[in-house]
């Protein structure tokens, strides 16, 4: 198993063990309240992140940086190359208009020109807007009118059509460019007349204060606002990761680092992982889907040594084994498996943390069994060389992650927002601890507020919300942001998070429940979709659920009934909704009585961005699916 070879040889390298330390503060009764870690590299003076690329080039011109797929085939791309690209689509920009500081949308899925575009608007002054590719015309509108870009550069004929109506009332709408339709080298040829000197100047004029991004928030509730992100908060956010990382993965593991990058570029996260990547050129590909059936076969071909993703693809990836599993009449042994694999991977994480002696003798054996019958196709899904992943997004359910642990992928959780230039904690490289989110990425502190609320502050906080003073003073409060979600510091600085601050649900009998904790873990098992907690003001919990339907073709599959019957036939099934109980049973583990969950209904449709329930970033309206489902809820509380 990889990863234990791994930790192994990490214990003995004591100067990577020991680079980081984190600094606790402790209240009157002893509780830790306050954790801080130094940074482990000094934030910038001059320049900024458009000097990437003309670095690289300068200093390893051969270098592959970035692989571009064209049908399955990734081509290198040099450092050189590269930079040389990022130079004429800067020079096209500079030709179509865009002035210092000027704003350019970017509107489209992670590929490859996503990456020359965002370095390019640097390289010639400008600011990146990024603008997820299912947006809505009004969502469209409203960016582009709010940020007042000037170009906007879109992926395909659909996203064409949603920003000309998007933004078509607009006084002065903006120049809309198409990358199917050749935006690139449309660019490259409107700049052939200008000379590198002009890129040269622009780029020069940059500082680490200078903005590089207004990002854009999900929007759970009211209209998206633009965070202000420095090209400092970028260096800061992305270098100290990668000098947290990078020694560790290089020299513990011996490989050679690479990466598919699949979250969407317009989440800061996908942004600061390709910014990271490029400072250590580390070999990284592009592929437009976090769907897991799409994304597998990129993986196979790609074979990532690591990968960033969300809690859903995990997930899935632990679905699809199971579901193979049972196709072949071996469901109870994936069970067991998963069993094993649980138990064998705390034992092993208590004696590499010297809590514990281990797995005994017997659990070695039942791991070496199932490795060769179960976790080996898991690693076979995720490309075969991958050894290392980080997850963030939301809460990552703990037997999952030590399940894939025992599979031999160490998962490291990470929790941050836009307004922390993503990660503001994330769990050590030699400290594994499942079930937190990590301490204090390097140079940042967290605090606990009195009322439990998370306070974050260090170079990765963000400075201003774009065109909105009100917003920003109700979370800035001097250096500490607000973050609006509940957390704890245990003793040796790690966060949990339990909850989101507004999201508390207080039921009629004073009982203050997090619906956070039930959710993940409820949707982190099938043949759940998406899911709502409810009962604030209610005699007691409750549960919106919809089904999976990829899900739900499996289970119906296995016991050999019409597998293309309507969805809302399985609401019905009385099986279906005795495998939703277990969902429910195994949520409720995790909390007292009164929280748990006592009664659910399942709901037809899905929580989609389509029908506005779901963010970009897949996080539930909660306020649009209480109405859209009010009647449903109020027949949760008649039975």
Same mark, same amino acid.
């Given at each position: 198993?990889?990863?234990?070879?791994?930790?192994?040889?990490?214990?003995?390298? +004591?100067?990577?063990?020991?680079?980081?330390?984190?600094?606790?503060?402790?209240?009157?009764?002893?509780?830790?309240?306050?954790?801080?870690?130094?940074?482990?590299?000094?934030?910038?003076?001059?320049?900024?992140? %458009?000097?990437?690329?003309?670095?690289?080039?300068?200093?390893?011109?051969?270098?592959?940086?970035?692989?571009?797929?064209?049908?399955?085939?990734?081509?290198?791309?040099?450092?050189?190359?590269?930079?040389?690209?990022?130079? *004429?689509?800067?020079?096209?920009? $500079?030709?179509?208009?865009?002035?210092?500081?000027?704003?350019?949308?970017?509107?489209?899925?992670?590929?490859?020109?996503?990456?020359?575009?965002?370095?390019?608007?640097?390289?010639?002054?400008? /600011?990146? #807007?990024?603008?997820?590719? +299912?947006?809505?015309?009004?969502?469209?509108?409203?960016?582009?009118?709010?940020?007042?870009?000037? @170009?906007? #550069? /879109?992926?395909?004929? =659909?996203?064409?059509?949603?920003?000309?109506?998007?933004?078509?009332?607009?006084?002065?709408?903006?120049?809309?460019?198409?990358?199917?339709?050749?935006? &690139?080298? =449309?660019?490259?040829?409107?700049?052939?007349?200008?000379?590198?000197?002009?890129?040269?100047?622009?780029?020069?004029?940059?500082?680490?204060?200078?903005?590089?991004?207004?990002?854009?928030?999900?929007?759970?509730?009211?209209?998206?606002?633009?965070? &202000?992100?420095?090209?400092?908060?970028?260096?800061?956010?992305?270098?100290?990761?990668?000098?947290?990382?990078?020694?560790?993965?290089?020299?513990?593991?011996?490989?050679?680092?690479?990466?598919?990058?699949? @979250?969407?570029?317009?989440?800061?996260?996908?942004?600061?992982?390709?910014?990271?990547?490029?400072? %250590?050129?580390?070999?990284?590909?592009?592929?437009?889907?976090?769907?897991?059936?799409?994304?597998?076969?990129?993986?196979?071909?790609?074979?990532? +040594?690591?990968?960033?993703?969300?809690?859903?693809?995990?997930?899935?990836?632990?679905?699809?084994?199971?579901?193979?599993?049972?196709?072949?009449?071996?469901?109870?042994?994936?069970?067991?498996?998963?069993? $094993? %694999?649980?138990?064998?991977?705390?034992? !092993?994480?208590?004696?590499?943390?010297?809590?514990?002696?281990?797995?005994?003798?017997?659990?070695?054996?039942?791991?070496?069994?199932?490795?060769?019958?179960?976790?080996?196709?898991?690693?076979?899904?995720?490309?075969?060389?991958?050894?290392?992943?980080?997850?963030?997004?939301?809460?990552?359910?703990?037997?999952?992650?030590?399940?894939?642990?025992? *599979?031999?992928?160490?998962?490291?959780?990470?929790?941050?927002?836009?307004?922390?230039?993503?990660?503001?904690?994330?769990?050590?490289?030699?400290?594994?601890?499942?079930?937190?989110?990590?301490?204090?990425?390097?140079?940042?502190?967290?605090?606990?507020?009195?009322?439990?609320?998370?306070?974050?502050?260090?170079?990765?906080?963000?400075?201003?919300?774009?065109?909105?003073?009100?917003?920003?003073?109700?979370?800035?409060?001097?250096?500490?942001?607000?973050?609006?979600?509940?957390?704890?510091?245990?003793?040796?600085? !790690?966060?949990?998070?339990?909850?989101?601050?507004?999201? $508390?649900?207080?039921?009629?009998?004073?009982?203050?429940?997090?619906?956070?904790?039930?959710?993940?873990?409820?949707?982190?098992?099938?043949?759940?979709?998406?899911?709502?907690?409810?009962?604030?003001?209610?005699?007691?919990?409750?549960?919106?659920?919809?089904?999976?339907?990829?899900?739900?073709?499996?289970?119906?599959?296995?016991?050999? @009934?019409?597998?293309?019957?309507?969805?809302?036939?399985?609401?019905?099934?009385?099986?279906?909704?005795?495998?939703?109980?277990?969902? &429910?049973?195994? *949520?409720?583990?995790?909390?007292?009585?009164?929280?748990?969950?006592?009664?659910?209904? @399942?709901?037809?449709?899905?929580?989609?961005?389509?029908?506005?329930?779901?963010?970009?970033?897949?996080?539930?309206?909660?306020?649009?699916?209480?109405?859209?489902? %009010?009647?449903?809820?109020?027949?949760?509380?008649?039975?």
């Amino acid at each position: 198993m990889g990863v234990r070879k791994d930790l192994k040889r990490a214990k003995r390298r +004591t100067d990577l063990a020991s680079r980081t330390k984190v600094e606790l503060t402790r209240d009157a009764a002893g509780a830790v309240r306050e954790a801080r870690t130094a940074p482990m590299v000094a934030p910038p003076t001059a320049g900024s992140i %458009a000097d990437l690329p003309f670095t690289n080039a300068a200093e390893a011109p051969d270098a592959v940086i970035l692989r571009r797929n064209s049908q399955g085939d990734w081509r290198p791309v040099t450092a050189q190359a590269f930079a040389a690209e990022v130079t *004429a689509v800067a020079k096209g920009l $500079i030709a179509t208009g865009l002035e210092q500081g000027g704003r350019v949308g970017v509107m489209s899925r992670t590929r490859y020109e996503w990456t020359v575009l965002d370095f390019a608007v640097w390289a010639a002054g400008g /600011v990146t #807007v990024p603008i997820y590719a +299912t947006s809505s015309a009004d969502q469209v509108d409203w960016i582009v009118r709010d940020s007042g870009a000037t @170009l906007l #550069v /879109v992926e395909n004929p =659909e996203n064409a059509d949603t920003a000309t109506t998007g933004t078509a009332p607009h006084p002065h709408p903006p120049r809309i460019l198409q990358l199917d339709a050749d935006a &690139v080298p =449309e660019l490259i040829a409107l700049g052939a007349g200008l000379s590198d000197d002009e890129v040269t100047k622009r780029r020069a004029s940059l500082t680490p204060d200078t903005t590089a991004t207004i990002c854009y928030t999900s929007g759970t509730t009211g209209r998206p606002k633009g965070c &202000v992100l420095t090209h400092a908060n970028l260096h800061a956010e992305a270098a100290n990761l990668l000098e947290l990382l990078h020694p560790v993965f290089k020299e513990v593991t011996g490989q050679t680092a690479s990466t598919l990058l699949f @979250l969407p570029l317009a989440h800061i996260m996908g942004r600061t992982l390709q910014i990271a990547c490029l400072m %250590a050129r580390i070999e990284t590909g592009h592929f437009p889907s976090v769907r897991p059936d799409e994304l597998r076969p990129a993986l196979k071909e790609f074979r990532p +040594t690591f990968v960033v993703g969300v809690p859903y693809l995990f997930e899935r990836i632990h679905d699809a084994g199971r579901a193979t599993a049972e196709k072949l009449g071996r469901g109870a042994s994936f069970d067991r498996a998963e069993r $094993i %694999a649980v138990r064998f991977a705390e034992a !092993y994480l208590n004696r590499f943390l010297d809590r514990g002696k281990g797995p005994g003798p017997g659990l070695y054996a039942a791991w070496a069994l199932y490795d060769l019958l179960v976790y080996r196709r898991i690693r076979g899904e995720l490309g075969g060389r991958l050894r290392y992943a980080i997850s963030g997004g939301s809460p990552l359910d703990r037997t999952l992650s030590l399940f894939f642990y025992a *599979a031999g992928i160490i998962v490291y959780e990470g929790y941050g927002l836009t307004e922390t230039t993503a990660a503001a904690t994330l769990v050590p490289p030699l400290e594994p601890r499942p079930g937190t989110v990590g301490r204090p990425v390097p140079g940042t502190a967290v605090r606990i507020a009195d009322d439990g609320e998370v306070l974050i502050k260090g170079g990765v906080v963000f400075g201003a919300y774009w065109n909105n003073p009100t917003a920003t003073a109700e979370v800035l409060a001097g250096d500490w942001f607000a973050t609006g979600d509940l957390g704890s510091l245990d003793e040796d600085g !790690y966060l949990t998070i339990t909850g989101r601050k507004k999201d $508390i649900l207080v039921t009629s009998g004073g009982k203050n429940v997090s619906p956070a904790v039930l959710e993940d873990r409820l949707r982190s098992r099938s043949p759940v979709g998406q899911c709502l907690v409810v009962g604030d003001n209610r005699p007691f919990v409750a549960a919106l659920v919809t089904l999976d339907p990829d899900a739900v073709a499996h289970w119906r599959a296995v016991r050999k @009934l019409p597998v293309d019957a309507p969805l809302a036939d399985a609401i019905g099934d009385p099986r279906l909704r005795a495998e939703v109980q277990r969902a &429910v049973d195994y *949520a409720n583990e995790a909390v007292s009585r009164a929280e748990s969950i006592r009664s659910f209904t @399942l709901v037809e449709g899905e929580f989609n961005e389509a029908n506005g329930l779901l963010t970009p970033s897949l996080k539930v309206k909660r306020h649009a699916v209480t109405a859209k489902y %009010a009647e449903e809820i109020e027949a949760l509380y008649r039975k």
